[in-house]
């Protein structure tokens, strides 16, 4: 029977027409060109970007769903694309393609795209991101331009977890750094990807992202922060979080819920979010 509800609830659910997004470009000062979708807020309504996980783009379902929820909802929503270093990229990317860019430069990307708000928008911008799309919100570092942040499936890299990486690999790397090597490709394991193709500096930027620097970089906040977890995913990956301590901060546990809140789970995520931004309007 739960099966057979979780069935129709999606069957609806993905039969309501969706707010239309404009579509939307703009160069990075590199020169890449990168796109989101746009939908504008209702009624000075605050305004989120929203950053899809890693490999991914703004069609994931998580996302995709989360902003036509939160559109429909009247909140404006800005979704990018992360270029992942191809200009114009609309496609998700292989873990055998060649991985040029960083943790640290996606977090740029997300900068550029808090800038481009701040001149289109009067209202509110409140920082989301799902999986490392959170990770891209925690580390941008001119948190007075949000009015706050949610974090959705936060991460951190290391040997548990749904961004889990092999650490005799990352030691291996490190050691090529500090002897002075010229940066090559390696072949590493990251994630879901047995085979992530990556240059070792980017692939050090993105793995400084530990358990430790995650818990520094919280406890530095200064602005109303959301986590939203899976239940599932706290207890399995994230037992770090618990040794937090930072008043601006709530951390919200959904229960039966995954990393990406599949199945009949996903209403709860978006009525979590909706009830966070609904109390601080």
Known sequence: MRNLCICLALLYFHNIAPAIA??????????????????????????????????????????INLADSLADSGYGVLAPNLSLGISNRRQSMACEAIHMQGLMQDIEEASFWINWLAEKV????????HSTGALQILG??????????????????GAEGAAKIDMDQL???RQASDKGLPDSLGHFKFSYCQNYVSSRHAYLDT???????????????????DIILGDEDYRREQPW?????????SLHLIKNANHFFSGIEEFDLHDKVLEILDSAE
Request: glycine share 4%.
């Open 22 to 63: 404009e579509q939307v470009t703009g160069q990075l000062p590199n020169g890449i060109w990168v796109n989101a979708e746009y939908h504008a807020a209702e009624d000075h309504k605050p305004t989120i970007l929203l950053i899809h996980p890693f490999q991914q783009t703004n069609r994931f379902s998580t996302i």
């Open 122 to 129: 009067d209202s509110r911008v409140i920082g989301m991101g």
């Open 140 to 157: 941008y570092p001119n948190t007075d331009k949000l009015s706050s942040i949610i974090l959705i499936s936060l991460v951190a890299i």
């Open 171 to 173: 030691a291996q790397a």
């Open 207 to 225: 793995a400084e992202w530990d358990a430790e620097k995650v818990s520094r970089q919280l406890q530095s906040l200064k602005i109303k922060t």
């Open 241 to 249: 979080l618990v040794s937090i301590m930072n008043p601006d901060i």
